[in-house]
């Protein structure tokens, strides 16, 4: 079991490794300029001008792409840091407090999770005045609920550990004692559905860029490149190929690493 | 498939739709799509023809008074309703009576419309209106029959069938048309599609007989099925600036600015050549209006945008938002397009994408905008309803554009009976806007209909409009 | 009896805060119904007649009050768009995506169970290495792209269905079933991942548990200890993680309704929503809550059917 | 027994759980856990409870804490432990009966053992340490514990580490809550050991918690036997040992094997 | 009453992990013999769980067997087919675990769980499998047993839990039973009352049973022998009052002298220092070298001696009895 966690850890490491090292490169050097538009040089197939073809208003895919992979993860990596606070500590909060505040925001996030996440989306990037990045916030909405859960249930198993009783017993303070004391045990279980959130927020905002809802053109994020070469799927399927790739294999990164964590988690407390 | 199977006799067709018609009623309908449909269902008093020109329908010959504010019209007599019911001229009447009820457009200058005898009605205009004949085609509906919205009956060679909300809408061959070719078809279906992406897979699959689509799309489809109609879409395409924006409310920024966009590159890459380049908010199928003149006006031309710019006191350029209904790809790529050409000349654009009624109250009721893209079509085919929202203080004048000159020219070309007068002072309008860079007018975009090669008989119309009774 | 009392109570409020939500998000969000009806060419005057007609000139709290009185008279309200009861355009829909919904929760289940038994009990074979990481492949590609290489595979391809040629359950049952089952099988392949990852890791986790030596002791086989002691005991976390798909369900055959040109209540709810057709968009979300929260109760009793220790009394 | 030498006293003690009500309407019932329960504790003194698991031993070393209500009066030095302006937290302290879920696993024990001063605002952050270091070597651990985890501990060093967290504050009374119950023996010893160090040595008084007859009459000086949340006697050990009066008493010892 | 039963020789087991190997189990011998209680003590960790679940062939996946026979009733238990190792499990051997919590499983019925290796062994019908389970039920205690046939584990106390487990295993009347560490989780009374039924159960169908503890009080009371593990070696065994007047080996003198009782008061608990070392730090050659008060250097480099006291006595050391006394 552990090597299997080991193996599936580093698999996802090294994939998440090689990306961030893309992101960094993409600073500093893209071959074409991502918006470069050229009429001439539309949905052209690959080549060695154009490694991965062109899409239909000319731009070169591979520069995009490999841009696209910081807007991506701008959007995944900001989702995922907004929605697991506010949910962590909200979470904490119900978990520890009286009945009534339990009740209250666990009724609350029953009904934003089971209202439409893209009812959400679209009320929330409409409202926000849609900029580049709006759909981060809708997106951390969207993802409050299940970290909510996730935290309120570990609090509610940590609060009965007896090391919160003796920090009780020595007088810390309730803030203390959540913060300091819970938070870094309950990390160590949302640590996987953090990372796994980060998968599930780079497919939700290709599922939002479907809808239109997704990054604000002419940025290139993956799900949009995705969307916007639909059209040509058959006719020039290397425009929604390599972004398609990307996705897939950023995905695959990161649920091998939540897996990864969640079973050596699993392992350590053993 | 078993829905294509034709027989000679009994052949149906299956168009795909992209918009709901948002009301059957004919007075309610403003969706582009809705006019498509119901063009089959409802006919005025007049008609528009191929070329544009206008062709009794309803009524079988008019005459129009020396001063022209009154109009009269025989009835044919041999036009039924599609309950089988004949249309009087009391039926005329109501139905005009209507449109001036329901505020529609053109209808503001109708006195009162009188029945002369059973098949005489007279209109009576407060003043004369040029275009007047052109809001004729408004359609006829039976007298106090409210049931239009959900059945809606009219003359057309097409009868109402039945509408799905987001399946299908389909027509049924009038077998009572007053012409006797009328329509072909057994059965016209709308299909009414989700999405364009939807509406291609729709055609590539063979679902689908016949669609406008984008001109994205068609480059994906096989041609050796389909027969490919281009036509203009009868809509200009234009970068609208907000006149009252603080840098755009500056002629020389604006016309930076129309420097600074290339036509021709955006017709290229976006369209794929399929558009004609524009330099006036008139469609190019308006031939007697449109001033042919104006579409290079401003030939791409950096360093001249450049220099305007620093005259302006912008040598650095300045950053702005275009705001773009999301649901026009179109419009969308445009909009890419601009904002890297406007990159050559120092301004930073950003693109904002709304959804429809964001961008109808936000933009267009609200004029809260700096700069929009969107084409504009018009649902009666004069000037004015290109115009018309240049003029100052109009309500649809979301550019905020105030040029006293221009709305003298335009008050006077409306109401000038003198046709060749009229043209001049229409163009002259024309000029002003050019001059004054009052948008960016880019191109009207081609229209692409697509139809499987079994049918045929494809009719363009200077309007957004799809003809069913043509095709065979 | 109190479970069933605490439930309501639940449920109500649940909807209530769903639909104040909904009536939040409808007071900011901008668009007015009236103008979108008409048109870019519509002139105020005619706007401010057809918003009177609408009595959309009612402060939109008021509206909600309607809406609110009529949905407990039963009739929802009146859709703007439509201009007919909102009953009657949920009446025909409802079905479809209740029926995609279930059809995906049917595949789900027929599907993953035995996968991930057979992937825990393979877990270090060639073949359970392999359908691992198929599982993850599934797991990482999005929805609508799912759809779409659906429609182009089995259907401009194989011709097992044709695309965009939705047949109404209303008129032929069978061939409705038929062309639902490619979207159905779209949404569920992701949530068939999920399941089959948590079976698995489930099932590996209780044959660590003592009972299971326990099992062993006595004289039982491997698959007589794994069919009839561990498979219960991983079910209820493959339930729990069941219920939480419930609603990710909903959100996925939004997608598909509109890949796949369904028209469902998916479809429904994004025309309405560009619509701002409030009674219609306020009823669907009602509805959605209302059958996510049923399901998450059935789920509920579900878990107290094979947990003891889960007691819903 | 003089005044002056009070340390803890108990007086009427009881206490009831609610069953939480599961439906809004219905009124959850109560069951009485603690009945009355009564009893003082000297300075320096071993004080042992014991009795059958559930009898509510560890519910009245919560209500000493203060941690759950209770009626009845609980004072130590003469102060309520439901003071919350006096310092009484500092005056008892725990030590829990599994010494590895009383230590917090994500943090080393440097930090557990600081924990209690940072709490109360005691020292800076060299002045802590050396406490803590002196603190590791009174409970017979050495420097190199100060970063490890506490898993990385075996039992007993865990429970002296526990201890050792318990006596930074420097409470005058110490609960031990089966602090030895999941120890192997030879550990038990050492901890027993330890425990009893501090006592003669520091003059702690400790309220010895546990179900194992042998240790409590081993350890203890005085003893209270606990049966259904009732005191039924409180004797010298030696008495408790030799003859109990009470029959539970007897039934109980006689249940030494 | 001599008759031999159960004969482990030189049984030596090790657990593989990524890192490294060790002997949890190193060569072990002992013999139960028809009728016998045999007590295993020792220290949290000592082994002696997996020497149980070695002779009941329970053995995880992980723990290896290096080395040695198991033979009962002169079949080697390691040899033998999957198949016929089941018809063993359960029917001639069967286990009692430490835990009746987590041993149980949580979602099956008490009456299932108790009746499954009846059903999985005899050839009954559904019926008489439900008579004999509720009598066995009655017989172990549980009162009111028709109503706990259909509870859930759960749903028991902990005594009763225990006695279920009993039940379960001495169901098919086996001839070894191996309780490891069937009281500890018990309170007091309840231990009383688990050692005698299990006394009982052996005089009523002179069942052997393998009892594993690591209080030594508990042992004493119940067992014929006893084994005193250490670090995976049995460091000694003898017959109850021998280990108990007798202890040759010093941690078998110090687990008792760490015995807390009144007796004792005041008097310093011998205790032993330090902890268990490291299983993989093979650097000393007695296991109990590092904490043994009279270790000398030829402890950390010779194997123990195998030294016999009496037949039926004998420990591991370097140093005879004798030399220890003196040091
Ligand atoms: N949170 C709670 N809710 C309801 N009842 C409780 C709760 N905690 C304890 N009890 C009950 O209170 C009684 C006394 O519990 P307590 O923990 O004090 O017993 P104990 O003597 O410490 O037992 P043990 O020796 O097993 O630790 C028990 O019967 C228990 O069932
Ligand atoms: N799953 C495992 N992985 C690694 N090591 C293990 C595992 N299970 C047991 N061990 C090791 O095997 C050794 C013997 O364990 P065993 O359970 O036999 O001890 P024990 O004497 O029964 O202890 P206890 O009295 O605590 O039950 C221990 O040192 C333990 O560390
Ligand atoms: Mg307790
Ligand atoms: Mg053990």
Redesign the pocket.
């Known amino acids: 079991m552990k090597k299997e966690s080991n193996f599936q850890l580093k698999f996802g490491k090294v994939i998440i490794a090689v990306i961030l090292l893309i992101i960094i490169i993409s600073v500093f050097y893209v071959p074409y300029d991502i918006n470069l538009i050229n009429g001439d040089e539309k949905l052209l197939s690959p080549s060695i001008r154009h490694i991965l073809g062109t899409d239909n208003l000319g731009r070169d895919v591979f520069s995009r792409v490999i841009a696209g992979t910081r807007f991506t993860f701008i959007v995944s990596v900001l989702t995922v840091l907004f929605s697991s606070v506010i949910g962590t500590v909200l979470g904490m909060f119900s978990g520890y407090s009286h009945y009534i505040v339990d009740e209250i925001i666990m009724r609350i996030i029953d009904a934003i999770s089971s209202f439409p996440g893209i009812l959400l989306a679209l009320v929330l990037v409409s409202v926000m005045n849609k900029q580049k990045y709006t759909i981060i916030l809708a997106l951390s909405v969207i993802f409050i609920p299940s970290f909510t859960r996730i935290s309120r249930n570990e609090t509610l198993k940590c609060r009965n550990e007896e090391y919160i009783r003796s920090a009780q017993v020595f007088g810390a303070s309730k803030l203390r004692i959540l913060f300091v004391h819970m938070l870094p045990n309950i990390m160590t279980s949302l640590m996987p559905s953090i990372v796994i959130g980060l998968s599930k927020s780079i497919l939700a905002e290709s599922s939002m860029s479907y809808l239109g809802l997704g990054i604000q053109p002419p940025y290139p994020s993956w799900g949009r490149m995705l969307f916007e070469s639909q059209p040509y799927l058959f006719n020039a399927p290397w425009c929604a190929l390599s972004p398609g790739l990307m996705i897939m294999i950023t995905v695959i990164g990161f649920n091998y690493i939540g897996d990864g964590l969640s079973q050596k988690y699993v392992y350590n407390m053993e | 498939s078993q829905n294509t199977a034709s027989k000679s006799n009994n052949k149906v067709i299956i168009y795909g739709i992209q918009t709901e018609p948002n009301s059957l009623n004919p007075y309610k309908a403003s969706t582009a799509d809705g006019r498509k449909i119901l063009f089959n269902v409802f006919e005025g008093l007049v008609k528009v023809d191929k070329d544009g020109s206008f062709k009794n329908a309803v009524s079988e010959s008019h005459t129009v008074s020396d001063d022209g504010t009154t109009y009269s019209f025989n009835i044919r007599k041999n036009v039924k309703f599609h309950d089988g019911k004949k249309v009087t001229a009391e039926d005329v009447k109501y139905s005009l009576d209507t449109a001036i009820s329901n505020k529609v457009k053109g209808f503001d200058i109708v006195k009162n419309v009188n029945v002369k005898d059973e098949n005489v009605v007279e209109i009576n205009l407060k003043r004369a209106d040029a275009n007047f004949i052109a809001y004729l085609t408004t359609a006829i509906v039976p007298k106090d029959y409210n049931n239009q919205a959900k059945k809606p009956i009219g003359t057309g060679p097409y009868k109402f069938k039945s509408f799905t909300p987001q399946e299908s809408l389909v027509l049924e061959k009038n077998n009572d048309y007053w012409q006797s070719d009328g329509a072909k078809l057994q059965k016209v279906t709308f299909k009414l599609e989700s999405d364009t992406n939807a509406l291609l897979l729709d055609l590539q699959s063979g679902s689908v007989d016949a669609a406008s689509v984008d001109n994205s799309t068609v480059s994906q489809l096989d041609k050796s099925q389909f027969n490919i109609y281009e036509e203009h879409s009868n809509a200009v395409q234009q970068l609208n600036l907000n006149n009252k924006f603080k840098p755009f409310d500056n002629v020389k920024v604006r016309q930076a600015i129309s420097y600074a966009v290339d036509k021709n590159e955006i017709i290229k890459t976006v369209n794929s050549g399929k558009g004609t380049a524009v330099g006036t908010p008139i469609i190019p199928g308006l031939k007697k209006y449109y001033d042919d003149s104006l579409a290079y006006k401003y030939k791409k031309d950096v360093n001249k945008a450049k220099s305007l710019l620093k005259e302006a006191g912008y040598k650095n350029g300045f950053s702005f938002t275009i705001t773009v209904p999301s649901n026009y790809k179109v419009h969308v790529d445009t909009a890419q397009v601009v904002v890297s050409q406007l990159k050559n000349i120092g301004i930073k654009a950003a693109i904002k994408q709304v959804d429809w009624p964001t961008w109808l109250s936000d933009v267009y009721t609200n004029k809260n905008y700096e700069a929009t893209i969107v084409s504009f079509d018009s649902s009666v085919l004069a000037p004015n309803g290109f115009l018309g929202r240049y003029v100052t203080g109009a309500s649809n004048n979301f550019l905020n554009y105030s040029n006293e000159k221009f709305d003298s020219v335009y008050q006077k070309a409306t109401i000038d009976l003198d046709e060749k007068n009229r043209v001049k002072l229409y163009k002259d309008a024309q000029k002003i806007l050019a001059e004054d860079a009052a948008s960016v007018y880019i191109q009207d975009i081609s229209n692409i209909t697509v139809m499987k090669k079994q049918y045929s008989g494809f009719t363009s119309y200077p309007m957004y409009v799809f003809d069913a009774a043509a095709i065979k | 009896m109190k479970y069933l009392i605490r439930k309501i109570l639940t449920l109500i409020t649940t909807l209530f805060v769903v639909s104040l939500l909904c009536f939040g998000a409808f007071s900011v969000v901008p668009g007015d119904p009236a103008s979108l009806i008409l048109g870019t060419e519509a002139s105020p005057e005619r706007i401010a007649v057809l918003r009177e007609q609408l009595g959309l000139n009612k402060p939109l709290f008021s509206q909600y009050k309607d809406w609110v009185v009529n949905l407990f008279s039963g009739n929802c309200g009146q859709s703007i768009k439509y201009n007919m009861p909102v009953k009657n355009i949920i009446r025909g829909r409802l079905p479809v995506t209740l029926i995609l919904s279930l059809m995906v929760i049917i595949i789900i289940i027929l599907v993953a169970i035995p996968i991930g038994v057979y992937v825990a009990k393979k877990k270090d074979s060639l073949a359970g290495k392999f359908v691992n990481a198929i599982t993850m492949i599934n797991l990482s590609v999005p929805n609508f792209f799912l759809g779409i290489m659906f429609i182009w595979f089995f259907g401009m391809l194989l011709k097992f269905f044709t695309p965009g040629g939705y047949i109404s359950y209303a008129d032929n049952f069978l061939n409705f079933l038929k062309f639902m089952l490619f979207p159905a099988i779209a949404i569920a392949i992701p949530h068939i991942a999920t399941v089959v990852k948590f079976l698995k890791s489930s099932i590996l986790n209780e044959m660590k548990k003592e009972y299971v030596r326990t099992a062993y002791s006595k004289g039982n086989t491997k698959n007589s200890v794994l069919y009839s002691h561990v498979l219960k005991n991983s079910l209820i976390s493959v339930v729990t993680v069941l219920g939480m798909i419930i609603a990710e369900i909903f959100s996925g055959s939004i997608i598909m309704e509109q890949v796949y040109g369904i028209p469902g209540i998916g479809r429904l709810l994004i025309s309405s929503i560009t619509a701002r057709d409030f009674p219609v968009v306020e009823t669907l979300v009602i509805y959605i809550a209302f059958v996510v929260v049923i399901i998450n109760t059935i789920v509920d009793i579900v878990l107290q059917f094979i947990n003891p220790q889960v007691s819903i009394k | 027994m003089s005044k002056s030498n009070l340390l803890l006293s108990v007086r009427n003690v009881s206490n009831f759980?609610k069953e939480r009500s599961k439906g809004i309407f219905s009124k959850g019932g109560k069951?009485r856990?603690l009945d009355d329960v009564s009893f003082e504790v000297c300075k320096g003194e071993v004080f042992g409870i014991v009795?059958e698991?559930?009898?509510?031993?560890?519910?009245l070393s919560k209500a000493i804490l203060n941690l759950i209500n209770f009626t009845g009066e609980i004072t130590i030095d003469g102060i309520s432990v439901r003071d919350k302006k006096k310092d009484i937290r500092k005056d008892i302290q725990i030590i829990f009966q599994d010494p590895k879920s009383a230590l917090n696993p994500m943090k080393r024990i440097g930090w557990i053992m600081e924990e209690p001063l940072r709490v109360h605002k005691i020292g800076n952050d060299n002045s802590r340490k050396k406490e803590v270091i002196d603190m590791l070597n009174l409970v017979g651990l050495d420097e190199s514990f100060y970063n490890r985890y506490p898993h990385e501990l075996s039992g007993g060093q865990q429970q002296r580490i526990c201890i050792g967290a318990a006596l930074m504050l420097k409470p005058k009374l110490l609960i031990a809550d089966?602090a030895i119950s999941a120890l192997d023996v030879s550990i038990a010893a050492q901890i027993i050991n330890l425990l009893n160090d501090l006592n003669k040595k520091k003059g702690i008084s400790i309220l010895f918690i546990s179900?194992d007859l042998n240790v409590v009459t081993y350890f203890c000086d005085k003893i209270a036997v606990m049966n259904n949340g009732r005191i039924v006697e409180i004797n010298d050990a030696e008495n408790i040992y030799k003859n109990p009066s009470q029959p539970y008493t007897k039934e109980l010892f006689s249940l030494m094997i | 009453m001599s008759e031999n039963l159960l004969c482990v020789q030189n049984l030596t087991l090790s657990i593989e992990n990524d890192e490294n190997s060790y002997n949890v189990v190193n060569d072990v011998s002992f013999k139960i013999n028809k009728g016998e209680i045999v007590g295993l003590v020792g220290e949290s960790g000592c082994g002696k769980s997996t020497t149980a679940l070695a002779v009941a062939d329970l053995l995880p996946e992980h723990v290896k067997i290096v080395n040695g026979s198991i033979r009962f009733k002169d079949k080697n238990i390691l040899s033998l087919s999957d198949d016929d190792a089941r018809k063993i499990k359960g029917k001639e051997i069967s286990m009692i675990f430490q835990q009746p919590l987590t041993a149980l499983n949580p979602t099956v019925k008490i009456g299932r769980q108790i009746s499954e290796t009846l059903k999985l062994h005899c050839d009954k019908n559904k019926k008489e499998i439900k008579e004999i389970t509720i009598s066995l039920m009655r017989k172990v205690g549980l009162k009111s047993p028709e109503k706990v046939y259909n509870l859930y584990p759960f749903e028991l106390s902990g005594g009763m839990r225990q006695r279920v487990m009993i039940a379960m295993a001495v169901i098919c009347h086996p001839n070894l039973i191996i309780a490891d560490e069937p009281t500890t989780a018990l309170d007091l009374s309840i231990q009383k009352q688990v050692i005698k039924m299990l006394k009982d159960f052996r005089n009523e169908y002179n069942m052997s049973i393998l009892f594993i503890s690591h209080d030594l009080s508990i042992i004493k009371n119940i067992c014929d022998r006893i084994m005193v593990m250490y670090c995976g070696e049995i460091v000694e065994c003898g017959r109850s009052d021998e280990i108990f007047n007798n202890p040759m080996h010093e941690y078998t003198k110090a687990l008792i002298s760490c015995i807390p009782t009144f007796e004792n008061r005041g008097k310093h608990l011998c205790g032993l220092k330090g902890n268990v070392p490291h299983r993989y730090d093979n650097t000393t050659k007695c296991v109990f070298a590092s904490r043994c008060q009279c270790a000398g250097d030829i402890c950390k480099s010779n194997s123990p001696n195998i030294i016999s006291v009496s037949e039926s006595h004998y420990y591991r050391c370097l140093k005879k009895g004798g030399d220890s006394k003196n040091e």
């Open positions: 759980y069951t856990v009795g698991s559930g009898c509510g031993k560890s519910t089966e179900h």
